[in-house]
């Protein structure tokens, strides 16, 4: 047999073509050339300049002490340019795509209603013949949700699924109502706290427990638990629930009110021990459109201990809306009381949060340290695009106060 001949990696250069009748010409596939080449090099010498760079200025591993392993080290004098050169332009992609995603999928979806209510009814026939099925198999292995763990916000990413038998319900993903007189929202367990803040804020609306992690989704919370900064006034994510609809491992479907306490109270912290999740109904809260927090220091466990009891235990109207503290070190502790404002008044400046060239908000609450107690209003970025729901409401208006604020006052 005749060796076939390999292709060679350069395409011909104008020399070469001279030859270009010849049958080893014709029997090459070229693939790249030479500008394409440096190219590439270019590219691959100014991101490991760049890499360098940021590993130099940027990172603190040279402060460790020798005592850590020197793999270690330089981990950690890497960690600065892995951040920005790889993982943050990675999740900004991630990020828009998973936008750009779940806008289209609302949009395709169109506003609840009847349609939704029978889409929502063949996911729940979906999970119970899943579960039929496991059912007539002779239940071999253990059921497990089929989430992956990395979407899962969660620290035990070692939990192996592969073992099990895997429910899909990827799919049960879509908010069925929103109840904008009764203050109730139902929807199904995949939606995450994104999705729900899309959906919830322009018609001046929130979760009674709203958990600001975006990737988390409410069916998590139900079947986890859920606390927010604003769990001293309404209790954990378990008591803002008045309805559960769940199938169990017959492929039986429930619901669930308070009328039925022993599995009402059952669900929570079950972790789908008790069945699958198939949609809940929650309570919702009315926002302002700003929170006027106050930045407390405070310099010794003790005293943040007692003032935030203190806080907390004000009545109606005077305790904050929401109540948390960011710990500096082992004495030193900033509390932020948060309060609805409804007025665009200038007497606490306005901080407009969540933008990109605003330092970390943790830094920020920091100077509260050096500089003493100070408060602002905080305001969220508007939404990039409108709801793509009809709201029978008008939707509330991001007032601007009368004047600008100074600068230096808008951090
Ligand atoms: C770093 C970190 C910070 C956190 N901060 C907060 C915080 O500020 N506030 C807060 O409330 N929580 C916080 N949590 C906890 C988090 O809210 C819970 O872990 C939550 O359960 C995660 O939601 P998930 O959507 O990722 O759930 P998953 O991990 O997917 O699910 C949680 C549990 O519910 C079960 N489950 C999910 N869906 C269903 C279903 N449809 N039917 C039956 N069972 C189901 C899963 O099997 C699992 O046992 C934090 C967690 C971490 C790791």
């Known amino acids: 047999r005749r060796r076939r001949r390999r292709a060679p990696l350069l395409v011909a250069t104008p020399h070469q073509s001279s030859t270009a009748d010849s049958p080893t010409f014709q029997q090459t596939r070229p693939l790249l050339n030479i500008t394409m080449l440096a190219t590439i090099g270019y590219g691959v010498a100014s991101f490991v300049i760049a890499f360098v760079l940021a590993a130099l200025l940027g990172s603190d591993g040279g402060a460790l002490s020798k005592e850590f392993p020197w793999q270690f080290r330089l981990a950690a004098a890497c960690r600065t340019p892995v951040l920005m050169l790889i993982v943050v332009p990675l999740s900004f992609i991630r990020g828009k795509y998973t936008l750009a995603r779940r806008r289209l999928r609302r949009y395709l979806r169109g506003?609840?209603?009847?349609?939704?209510?029978?889409?929502?009814?063949?996911?729940?026939?979906?999970?119970?013949?899943?579960?039929?099925?496991?059912?007539?198999?002779?239940?071999?292995?253990?059921?497990?949700?089929a989430r992956s763990n990395w979407a899962a916000m969660s620290t035990k990413l070692g939990s192996n699924k592969e073992e099990c038998n895997q429910i899909a319900l990827g799919h049960m993903n879509e908010i069925l109502d929103v109840d904008e007189d009764g203050l109730t929202l139902t929807c199904e367990p995949g939606v995450t706290m994104g999705e729900l803040t899309d959906e919830l804020l322009p018609l001046g609306l929130m979760l009674q427990s709203h958990i600001e992690m975006e990737s988390i989704t409410i069916g998590g919370l139900a079947m986890g638990f859920g606390i927010e900064t604003n769990s001293h006034k309404v209790g954990l994510f378990q008591e803002s629930v008045l309805e559960y609809e769940f199938v169990d491992s017959h492929g039986r479907r429930h619901s669930v009110t308070k009328d039925q306490p022993e599995l009402f109270y059952a669900l929570p912290w079950s972790y789908g021990t008790v069945g699958f999740l198939t949609s809940l109904k929650v309570k919702l809260l009315r926002t302002q459109p700003y929170v006027r927090v106050e930045y407390l220091p405070t310099s010794?466990?003790?005293?943040?201990?007692?003032?935030?009891?203190?806080?907390?235990?004000?009545?109606?109207?005077?305790?904050?809306?929401?109540?948390?503290?960011?710990?500096?070190?082992?004495?030193n502790a900033v509390i932020q009381a948060g309060y609805f404002d409804a007025r665009p008044s200038t007497a606490a400046p306005l901080n407009r949060i969540n933008v990109w060239y605003k330092p970390f908000y943790y830094r920020h609450v920091e100077t509260a340290l050096r500089s003493g107690a100070f408060q602002e209003r905080a305001a969220p970025r508007p939404l990039p695009l409108p709801r793509l729901s009809p709201s029978t409401r008008p939707r509330p208006v991001l007032t601007r106060p009368a004047s600008p604020p100074s600068a230096g006052v808008d951090p």
């Not at 003032?307 to 009545?315: D, H, K, P, W």
Request: hydrophobic share 35%; glycine share 8%; charged share 30%.
């Open 111 to 145: 506003p609840g209603g009847k349609a939704a209510a029978i889409r929502h009814a063949a996911h729940v026939d979906s999970i119970s013949e899943q579960l039929r099925a496991w059912d007539r198999g002779g239940r071999k292995r253990k059921l497990r949700t």
């Open 300 to 331: 010794s466990a003790a005293e943040l201990t007692s003032q935030l009891q203190r806080l907390a235990a004000l009545g109606e109207g005077q305790a904050p809306d929401f109540l948390e503290a960011t710990l500096y070190d082992r004495d």
